[in-house]
């Protein structure tokens, strides 16, 4: 089954405790992407990778870091979490072009205290 | 600046009616995709439909069509005989060639369908 997958799906954790959320695809997709949604704000872009060793910032990178060793994976990481980075996170993957919707994993609640 | 408008933040529909969505796009690219994702209170994004910049035809998907107004930038999502299960938060969402396949997502709308 075409899917992409994120871990975990639920996480609370502490201030200044660094986390890796993994996200990875199955789909042989050129192009990964996160997301953080809130409410009122929709879906903010973190960070984007159109190839492996490819990573691009989207419009809210800052307190976030990615990487893309290998086609199927893109994992994000929280170095240093902080309360505002409370949110629900998704990763998404595609074809690279503007005529390729994205595949959404399930989503990761995330919350810092 | 906000690329991606959607002015409704919610809406109220008595079910079998239609429905338009709004949603107003910015970008001085000529090769760009519009979308529109449906997100229900599960919390899964399903992809719903999807028009090109220099598609003619308004995209149609089932009962989900896009009235798509290329001058005036704007990609209305249409629901026909709305259903109870179409209650849900919907994004509009564009990706842009020239800014390297980045892509923008509005604020959302969250549609009731009322029995």
């Known amino acids: 089954e075409a899917q992409v997958t994120q871990n975990p799906r639920y996480l609370i954790t502490v201030t200044g405790k660094k986390l890796t959320v993994t996200c990875s695809q199955n789909?042989?997709?050129?192009?990964m992407s996160w997301y953080r949604q809130d409410p009122g704000l929709g879906l903010r872009q973190i960070y984007y990778?159109?190839?492996?060793?490819?990573?691009d910032k989207g419009d809210v990178p800052e307190g976030y870091k990615v990487s893309r060793k290998e086609k199927r994976n893109f994992p994000l990481i929280l170095e240093s979490p902080s309360p505002n980075q409370t949110s629900l996170y998704f990763c998404a993957s595609s074809l690279v072009g503007t005529n390729y919707e994205q595949y959404f994993g399930p989503g990761t609640r995330l919350t810092v205290t | 600046a906000q690329k991606i408008t959607q002015t409704q933040p919610g809406m109220f529909v008595q079910e079998k009616e239609a429905v338009t969505l709004d949603c107003t796009y910015d970008?001085?690219?000529?090769?760009?995709?519009l979308f529109w994702y449906k997100q229900p209170s599960s919390g899964e994004m399903i992809f719903l439909i999807y028009q090109g910049s220099y598609d003619e035809q308004n995209a149609t998907e089932g009962r989900y069509s896009l009235n798509f107004q290329k001058a005036r930038k704007s990609a209305n999502l249409v629901i026909s005989a709305s259903q109870l299960g179409d209650s849900a938060m919907y994004f509009c969402?564009?990706?842009?060639?020239?800014?390297?396949?980045?892509?923008?997502f509005g604020k959302g709308t969250r549609l009731h369908i009322l029995p």
């Open positions: 990778s159109m190839n492996v060793e490819v990573t």
């Open positions: 970008t001085s690219d000529q090769s760009y995709g």
């Open positions: 789909m042989n997709h050129e192009y």
């Open positions: 969402a564009m990706r842009e060639r020239y800014r390297d396949d980045k892509i923008i």
